[in-house]
């Protein structure tokens, strides 16, 4: 459960469930739909075998039309995924490494079995990392909890997960406090060890218990009753429907027809 | 050890996301029946915490690198199994979302074994069986530090074998193991420290914020039926999902081949890695069971090869160039299709 | 009216680790009043505030509010009248929007859809962010922050607000503002507070605590210019009472 740049990783959710407060035809579009056409668009890419390439293309349209017509820009969604691609390359790259059987050439370059499945790796990684940020950039991770909720997810588990949501930020800052602190104060590796760290967390973790006691209070001062009732209420609209509908014809004709692979026959035909 | 949707197949993602769904409906119910509410927000803020916590790291005496607390171990002590298994759902919901660490596919594995190991195993069984009510404190660390290095054994087994059913990576089953295993051993010690620390810190300064759950027995033995159940259930669901899976992608139950889940807690020296694979390789080449495939034998190997390129008949030396012309095509028309819209909604709005 | 009234009599608490934080408290607050209540830190000004409404429920001792004694069985109705503001607004704004914060109250109250946003609007509007509504409470500012937890509690229409610490941690301007916006209540106001420039500004009455015990009742100008009262609390007089630091003009003594 650890975080390979905390910090980072922050400042872009933070700035990347920002544009979830813009409106947009996307944005507009009932949580549960975006949800459920989010998790089809990954089954369908996750589904193709290890060495398919080029019929995982025409999935880039889903997060390229998404992208268009929400008017979240591009550039903090593609800085993510470079962010979080150390990691698909580190996973990948066993793969040249193990397999090494050509399997085609292009030219006179002859390619393993090994880099093709490396490639799919990172396609298959961007496409579905891509999918998920942008369902949360054009719906909001708040709204897509509620979304849960509503779609039969235990209202416990719901409502302390808007509740971890809520109080991220916070204690993030608490935490970011506290290491400054004790970096000003620490030299070299004196004063970083085990010791000190077990009490600034254990120090940390006292206060949010009192935090904790605190909001109980607060909630229990406004009746809380162990559930979160939201203002808004969810009309699921036929156009809702329709998103849905859409989407998943197109999954489904991508998964069964390699249209790249047609095109470029097509034209191969036609060239001659 | 988040695994990735990019390296799961879509019958090993279903399947452990109806496993860990019906722990965490099992867990739900529990937390909303057994405990008063003042406990879900508790639940959300400790989750918040964890985050937190995870950004103060400590320097590992003689190794140069640092560490920092997993959480896992600590939630299940401050909460039990059934609280702890859900703040660790969170957490990890949060990571999937937005850190692209582990995706939605491959969630239902992460929580599994980022969750349940620790909640279900690690505390009920291994830290409750050995530290008692916890008031030893000699006894109370050895029973954390035993706790979070099974746990992490566990985790990091379960890694190994979700990435091998699904066949997208190519590391050996046996080397995989060799790699993950250490490490995780490593991490589970640190882990172990670590959250023995913190603990003996908030016992001194604020008991009760312990002994609470400490004394309750919170093992789940009368409720253990319900998990067995549920476990039962989706297991048979798994078995039926990936059997149906594997008739229509024959070679998507490729056992010999692994997958690696990624760069890890502490890092391994990224400087030779090689090295130690081919030593790994070596050693594991001795291990018959595993299908592994020593360079120096291409023979079998290959043949082994010509048997996957037959079940993929896309890959042929003829085709390619028509893929990639294909390809570059449809990756122009799809943003091509971007552009449009989105001049278009700019001129709509 | 008198459910507007507040009663606390020989008011004691006893924290569990031993810490006496209340001793003997007598106060008799009534409709429309607004007191302050300051005293050094650890006095009890907090502790106190948390009986008002039920957050703690004294060792011995009794607080009524309007006809009731708290209890149990009275919470939900003393909820419903006490308002409590408290001093980190982070703790109190824990919904995902501003709309559903303020909401929050009213939903529990089991108040129809139609007056429950009735109700939003018009706190919002009171305290002058009815523009933030569907903002998220963790992108606002620190002064929206604490005018939004004031709305959260005015959507509950309470007829007695508790203030913990209303000016803690503002810029001068929402400092102001604030004030300006307490004046304008017409509710019967209780608030702890350090500021006690604040506190002669808002409020007519002042109790004093020290060491968990009432040390004094009375008119807040009063009070505010007995320093050696102030002084042996860990206070001191308002700066505004003080006289000028550069010409000397308006000293008292």
């Known amino acids: 459960m650890t975080m390979p740049n905390p910090h980072a990783a922050l400042f872009d959710l933070n700035r990347i469930e920002s544009f979830a407060d813009r409106d947009s035809p996307i944005h507009r579009i009932d949580p549960r739909a975006k949800l459920i056409v989010t998790m089809l668009f990954i089954v369908s890419v996750v589904s193709y075998g290890k060495y398919e390439v080029s019929a995982l293309l025409p999935f880039v349209l889903y997060p390229v039309v998404t992208t268009a017509l929400s008017g979240v820009p591009a550039g903090p969604i593609l800085t993510r995924l470079v962010w979080a691609a150390p990691f698909a390359f580190f996973m990948g790259i066993f793969n040249p490494v193990f397999d090494r059987t050509t399997v085609t050439h292009i030219g006179t370059l002859a390619i393993s079995g090994g880099w093709v499945s490396f490639v799919s790796i990172l396609i298959r990684f961007s496409l579905t990392v891509s999918a998920a940020l942008l369902l949360i950039a054009t719906t909001g991770f708040m709204t897509v909890c509620d979304a849960l909720g509503r779609m039969g997810l235990p209202r416990a588990f719901v409502t302390q997960l808007m509740v971890l949501f809520r109080y991220l930020f916070v204690l993030a800052e608490e935490a970011g406090r506290m290491t400054r602190a004790r970096n000003l104060r620490t030299f070299q590796k004196r004063g970083q060890g085990i010791r000190v760290f077990s009490f600034m967390i254990g120090h940390l973790l006292l206060r949010t218990i009192d935090r904790a006691t605190r909001i109980h209070l607060a909630m229990c001062c406004r009746g809380f009753n162990g559930m979160f009732a939201r203002v808004q209420d969810l009309r699921f609209r036929s156009v809702d429907a329709a998103f849905i509908a859409g989407w998943s014809a197109l999954f489904l004709l991508f998964r069964s027809v390699d249209i790249p692979r047609w095109i470029g026959r097509f034209v191969e035909t036609a060239g001659r | 050890m988040h695994m990735a949707d990019a390296l799961i197949s879509p019958a090993v993602g279903a399947g452990m996301w109806a496993v860990t769904a019906s722990i965490a409906a099992y867990s739900a119910r529990n937390v909303t029946r057994h405990v008063e509410d003042s406990r879900v927000p508790l639940m959300g803020v400790l989750g918040a915490f964890v985050f937190a916590a995870q950004m103060i790291n400590f320097s590992i005496p003689a190794t140069g690198s640092s560490g920092h607390l997993g959480g896992g171990m600590l939630l299940a002590i401050l909460l039990g199994p059934q609280a702890a298994f859900l703040v660790i759902a969170s957490i990890l919901v949060v990571q999937a979302l937005f850190f692209a660490d582990g995706g939605l596919l491959a969630l239902g594995c992460n929580i599994f074994n980022m969750g349940f190991f620790p909640a279900f195993i690690g505390y009920p069984w291994i830290y409750k069986t050995m530290a008692g009510d916890g008031s030893n404190a000699t006894k109370r660390f050895w029973a954390i530090l035993v706790a979070a290095v099974v746990s992490l054994q566990l985790g990091a087994f379960a890694v190994v074998l979700e990435t091998t059913a699904s066949g997208i990576s190519e590391l050996p089953f046996g080397t995989f193991v060799l790699l993950m295993q250490p490490i995780h051993l490593a991490i589970g010690i640190v882990e172990g420290i670590a959250t023995a620390a913190v603990v003996a810190i908030v016992w001194k300064a604020r008991p009760e914020i312990v002994v609470g759950t400490s004394t309750a027995d919170l093992r789940p033995t009368g409720n253990l039926k319900p998990v067995l159940v549920g476990l039962g259930v989706a297991a048979v669901l798994t078995a039926g999902v990936v059997s149906w899976f594997a008739s229509s992608h024959p070679d998507g139950l490729e056992w010999s081949i692994a997958g690696v889940t990624g760069k890890e807690e502490l890092e391994a020296p990224e400087t030779g890695v090689h090295g130690v694979f081919s030593h790994i390789q070596r050693w594991t080449a001795f291990m018959p069971d595993y299908n592994f495939k020593p360079e120096a034998e291409a023979a079998p190997a290959a043949n082994k090869e010509k048997a996957e390129e037959a079940t993929w008949p896309a890959i042929e030396p003829g085709t390619s160039l028509a893929g990639i012309i294909g390809s570059i095509i449809t990756l122009m028309v799809a943003l091509g299709i971007g552009y449009v819209l989105r001049i278009w909604s700019r001129k709509t709005t | ?253």
């Open chain 3, 1 to 253: 009216m008198s459910h507007h009234l507040v009663i606390a009599q020989n008011l004691c608490y006893v924290y569990p680790d031993g810490t006496r934080a209340l001793d003997g408290i007598h106060f008799r607050i009534t409709h429309g009043e607004s007191v302050a209540v300051i005293g050094g830190n650890g006095a009890g000004k907090s502790t106190l505030l948390m009986h008002l409404n039920g957050c703690l429920v004294s060792v011995s001792g009794s607080v009524r509010v309007g006809d009731f004694p708290i209890t149990t069985k009275t919470l939900p109705h003393v909820r419903e009248t006490v308002g409590m503001v408290f001093q980190d607004p982070d703790d109190q704004l824990f919904m995902p929007t501003v709309e559903d914060d303020v909401a929050f109250g009213p939903i529990n109250l089991g108040l129809p859809p139609e007056e429950v946003s009735a109700r939003v609007d018009e706190a919002l509007r009171t305290v002058g962010a009815l523009h933030l509504k569907r903002r998220p409470p963790y992108r606002l500012s620190g002064g929206e922050k604490r005018a939004i937890a004031i709305a959260t509690v005015l959507a509950m229409s309470p007829s007695i607000l508790v203030m913990d610490e209303p000016t803690s941690n503002l810029d001068p301007l929402a400092r102001r503002q604030l004030i300006a916006l307490l004046k304008r209540f017409d509710h019967t106001l209780i608030i702890a507070t350090h500021d006690l420039d604040m506190a002669l500004d808002v409020c007519k009455r002042t109790l004093i605590l020290k060491n968990g015990k009432l040390v004094a009742d009375g008119p807040t100008e009063e009070l505010l210019r007995n320093r050696s009262l102030l002084e042996d609390c860990r206070l001191e007089m308002p700066l505004r009472l003080q006289g000028c630091p550069v010409c000397g003009s308006g000293k008292e003594d």
